[in-house]
């Protein structure tokens, strides 16, 4: 499992170990169509889920947990957790795994310390989720959420001076689109909505949310390109941070009624469901995205919007309207627009001049008789593009 999450390496394989390069071809490719259908599941799952989770444990009737405490509870879940794989690395050995975070925390304090930045970012952004989800539906929420990639793709064009092709802009627009649309059904009172529950405040959390999460992935990325640090030792130091940040937060927000209350106070199975996806979901994440590719990615949050509506009309009773379809499907094209390789891009664009150039007049060209017709391109010269920015998945280690 640290294998995979570090970048694959099969160091750690056993001599009885086989390894992808020594099957037969027709085996690794249905092994690696294999692994890309679970990982297409996994990130449709963890997506869904952890929405629905936290709109569930938040709309139970009787005590409402302290959404900081569960916060904190995910980091040191998630630390303690990269902290052993972290010592399975080492093959149990506590004197190496000691000198180790030595040597990449202490020592190199100044690339330890770089975390601090999007550690805090992460703490706000899981707390303003929490906001955001218990004042609108699981669905509305699912949809809204995705402006983190127009967030993301400015914060890459601003401070990693990407470029982004016409229609990856066209997609953005539309993305924006077509959340206007649902937020406008959302304001215009779609269905009933409990007393408790303010949309605009839900609202600003999650656009907060969205300007947090892009930033931070992008920051985060930056510093991942000068580092050779593993997946585990990055999160293990995020999570350190995250704690520390988050209990401040506690102390700040809601000191005073933890203190009399109690730190588990309000908790659930349903509670401890929301803590442990959370806190394991992005990790999983972090494994199985080496197997997915963008447009496995924009499909999965595409099914992800799909589930997580369907979800809230049997648990939550919410209420599909024409409004919030058209939103909602507009949001899903932008993202699956958004995702396809540049080079897909272009060819789709080309494919589409030379069928407008073939229609209006002759200008078709026919091979001369007797001459070899000219060599095809091949249909995998896609496939060596450069891919689009999308939110790494290494961001939702953290934010998810």
Known sequence: ?????????????????VSAGSLEPGTASAAHRRLKYISLAVLVVQNASLILSIRY???????????TTAVVMAEVLKGLTC?????????????????????????????????????????????????????????????????????????????LNRSLSRLQW???????TGVAIVQAQQAGGGGPRPLDQNPGAGLAAVVASCLSSGFAGVYFEKILKGSSGSVWLRNLQLGLFGTALGLVGLWWAEGTAVARRGFFFGYTPAVWGVVLNQA??????????????????????????????????????????????????????????????????????????????????????QQPPGQPPPPKLSSHRADLSTEPFLPKLLTKVKGS
């Open 170 to 176: 066209a997609s953005l627009l539309l993305l924006f």
């Open 57 to 67: 444990a938040r709309t139970l009737p009787g005590d409402r947990f302290f959404a």
């Open 1 to 17: 499992m640290a294998a995979v999450g570090s970048g694959g390496s099969n160091a750690a394989a056993g001599p009885g170990a």
């Open 280 to 365: 394991f979901g992005g990790l999983l994440v972090a494994v199985v995205v080496k197997y997915a590719d963008n447009i496995l990615k924009g499909f999965a949050t595409s099914l992800s919007i799909v589930l997580s509506t369907v979800a809230s009309i049997r648990l939550f009773g919410f209420h599909v309207d024409p409004l919030f379809a058209l939103g909602a499907g507009l949001v899903i094209g932008a993202v699956y627009l958004y995702s396809l390789p540049r080079g897909t891009a272009k060819a789709i664009a080309s494919t589409s001049a030379s069928a407008s150039a073939s229609t209006s007049g002759p200008c078709t060209h």
């Open 83 to 159: 902290l052993l794989l972290l010592f399975a690395q080492k093959r149990g050995n506590v004197k190496h795994l000691a000198l180790f975070l030595h040597e990449a925390v202490l020592v190199q304090y100044v690339d330890t310390l770089k975390l601090a930045v999007p550690s805090l970012i992460y703490t706000l952004q899981n707390n303003l989720q929490y906001v955001a989800i218990s004042n609108m539906p699981a669905a509305t929420f699912q949809v809204t959420y995705q402006l983190k990639i127009l967030t993301t793709a400015l914060f890459s064009v601003l401070m």
